[in-house]
């Protein structure tokens, strides 16, 4: 198969030397100033027990170069931020000879429905993926922990994933399908909020957020109110990852705070820990906009003001994080402010 990945961050080299190495055809499609040392080393991934795959891929300088003189690929495989989501999809819009697949491992959610708002009559497919990947170099990532578990879905339109799993599961991923996209892109969500809004902020670790008794408690209903608006919206967790979060969903919206704070310690605890999470990194060491910030807790407060549903802690998060962004205030004006932070949830009404 021809596979077109867009962007050459940890999951995009990942997954194509990962595809590659598996007998697929890929190009990666990389900004010419990034594209540049990705070519001259080539992609390389450090695998788990130490092997590294150093498969041939072709780099391509951008959409343009990859999509020139009307070439075509069985699969575009859309691994950028979230962010670049939209001017993305109209760059593909306006490229493509003929209508191919796309489909989006990012994070967050709305990516999909964007995908499908700017590539009408395209086939959208969604994914989700487990497995942390770091960066080592440009071109060069290494496996963090081996999960390596992939969720598939059908996103807008008649997009079909099954041809898909065969292919990835060749590659080493334990795929599993959905049949919808909502379900599985919202349980990513879920995994991706706790302990990463308020880590950004406050400069703690995961594990000293739920260490603290009030923080951790600002986390469990950081993520009610996110399992309230998917409530709202008939939107239903799926089993994926390893994590059985439909039984665990009706015991969130339920158990007392208390109960529910050293358990999903325990659950971060095992993943990330110690490790700072995604949004840290959009602070520090620097402010660097724009975030992902508005597709994780960003989209928990549109869509929940959409259905009726407050999300005084997900606006709070999302209000402070985004004006550290834009240079409002300068991030050590929080750092290590917990008090300022639960005060601003209060006033919020949360």
Request: hydrophobic residues 50%; charged residues 15%; glycine residues 10%.
């Amino acid at each position: 198969m021809r596979i077109l990945i867009i962007g050459a961050g940890a999951i995009g080299c990942f997954f194509a030397a990962r595809l590659a190495a598996s007998g697929q055809q890929v190009t990666v499609a990389e900004r010419p100033p990034f594209a540049d040392p990705i070519r001259a080393r080539g992609i390389r991934l450090l695998e788990p027990d130490g092997r590294e795959l150093t498969p041939a891929v072709e780099i391509a300088d951008g959409l343009t170069a990859a999509l020139a003189d009307g070439r075509a690929y069985d699969l575009a495989f859309v691994a950028v931020k979230a962010y670049h989501t939209a001017s993305v999809a109209a760059e593909l819009g306006a490229l493509m000879s003929a209508p191919f697949p796309v489909m989006t491992v990012q994070n967050g959610v709305g990516n999909e429905e964007t995908l499908a708002r700017h590539l009408p009559g395209v086939p959208i497919l969604a994914a989700a993926l487990t497995t942390p990947i770091e960066v080592l170099g440009p071109g060069h990532v290494k496996v963090a922990r081996p999960s390596f578990r992939l969720g598939l879905a059908p996103g807008p339109g008649d997009g079909d994933p099954r041809p898909w799993a065969a292919i990835f599961t060749a590659a080493g991923f334990r795929t599993q399908v959905f049949s919808e996209h909502r379900g599985l892109k919202w349980t990513k969500l879920l995994m991706n909020l706790l302990a990463n809004a308020q880590s950004a902020i406050l400069g703690y670790t995961p594990a000293q957020i739920f260490a603290d008794r009030a923080l951790g408690d600002l986390e469990v209903r950081a993520w009610r109110e996110a399992l309230a608006v998917m409530q709202a919206q008939r939107i239903r967790p799926v089993y994926f990852g390893g994590y059985p979060l439909p039984l665990i969903a009706p015991l969130a919206r339920r158990a007392p705070v208390a109960l529910l704070r050293p358990l999903m310690g325990r659950v971060i605890g095992g993943g990330r820990g110690s490790k700072m999470p995604s949004l840290y990194f959009d602070l520090y060491p620097q402010p660097r906009p724009p975030s992902e910030i508005g597709w994780l807790n960003g989209a928990v407060v549109v869509q929940g003001a959409a259905v009726g549903v407050p999300t005084p802690v997900n606006t709070v998060f999302t209000q402070v994080l985004q004006a550290l962004l834009a240079g409002e205030e300068a991030p050590a004006a929080w750092q290590g402010q917990p008090q300022r932070l639960l005060q601003a949830v209060a006033q919020a009404g949360g």
